[in-house]
């Protein structure tokens, strides 16, 4: 019985089938999304430090008039109203704006600037210098300063209705105490091109008309272009415009509206703007970073390392068709 059982278990056995190895399938890799990589800040005259460029005390012994920075109330370029692509062309090219006043006892109450410049590297632009006095409706006149030193240029207004001032004097004394103040200073370096960076177009007509509009039911759209100034604009800053560096470009037709500003490079505002209150961000497909803000009525939009902003916008969902197609017209000759 024993052998028996024996044989018996021998031909189980033998009787087992052969389980074939599997071959493990490689696992696998789930795509790895890269943070956008967020451009620092052009690098400043000066150091963006505006009493590097001209103390109080030493703007004051010069122009016999006592003068102070602004309460900060008057020099919020990161507040809503002002954070838009227009307000920092100047320092996207690596420079600063100052501005000095006569202390105000009542700090809500502002009378207007007595010394109000822009210093930027000089190879940024290329206007000749301005020496035309200007009548204005804050001051009685006010007289340019534009002169440029150890590769800086400085340019702006200095008021000449203080008593008994020389309007020519007052140029010569501040002209004067920056050319101490940029020959102390480190010279500007040239910044090298961000890759991706957009090109604008020689004007906005140019941009509008890259785009096929009757495939978003508007082939009439037509463009316009605000460059806009006010009196105090400096030379420096209206050759900047002129450049095309930045604009505000106006598109309509009976069905679309838009109304927006770019500056290629500017993706550096990136956390300033969601930083604002009510900024909300919005998942648009085809473009990398779309921020809300309704409280002021606007659209920012991310796009690698540059920043366009919609104002004005209405129907947001309806102006994503649109913006995306100006971003990709960017995209496509950056």
């Given amino acids: 019985m024993r052998i028996l059982g024996v044989a018996v278990l021998l031909l189980l056995v033998g009787c087992t089938p052969v389980v074939e190895p599997v071959e493990t399938p490689e696992p696998t890799q789930t795509p790895v999304v890269e943070p956008l990589e967020i451009p620092a800040q052009p690098a400043q005259v000066f150091d963006g430090d505006c009493s590097e460029i001209f103390s109080g005390e030493a703007l004051s012994a010069a122009l016999g008039q006592q003068l102070t920075r602004p309460t900060p109330a008057f020099l919020a370029p990161f507040s809503a109203a002002s954070l838009e692509p227009e307000t920092f062309l100047v320092e996207q090219v690596g420079g600063v704006r100052c501005n000095w006043a006569e202390p105000q006892p009542d700090p809500t109450v502002f009378t207007g600037f007595v010394l109000g410049v822009t210093a930027v590297p000089a190879f ?45 004097a007052r140029v010569a004394a501040v002209e004067a105490l920056f050319a101490e103040s940029a020959t102390a200073a480190a010279a500007p370096v040239a910044q090298t091109p961000l890759p991706g960076a957009w090109q604008t177009p020689s004007d906005c007509g140019d941009l509008v008309a890259s785009v096929d509009w009757s495939a978003l039911g508007a082939p009439d759209l037509q463009a316009d272009e605000s460059l806009g100034t006010d009196a105090y ?32 490079g500017g993706a550096w505002m990136q956390d300033a703007v969601l930083a604002q209150d009510g900024a909300t961000v919005v998942d648009v497909p085809g473009l990398d970073l779309v921020v809300e803000r309704p409280e002021v009525g606007t659209i920012d939009i991310f796009d690698g390392v540059n920043w366009l902003q919609s104002f004005d916008y209405g129907d947001a969902d309806a102006m994503y068709p649109a913006l995306t197609a100006i971003v990709e017209a960017l995209d496509a000759a950056a």
């Fill in 124 to 168: 940024a632009v290329s206007a000749p210098e301005d020496t035309e006095c200007i009548a204005t409706d804050i001051s009685a006149t006010a007289c340019p300063i534009d002169v440029t030193a150890n590769g800086i240029r400085l340019s702006g207004f200095v008021t000449s209705d203080a008593p008994g001032a020389d309007k020519l």
């Fill in 233 to 264: 604009t400096s030379v420096v800053e209206m050759d900047l415009r002129g450049g095309r560096r930045l604009y505000t470009c106006w598109a309509s037709s009976d069905v679309l509206q838009l109304k927006f500003s770019l500056l290629g």
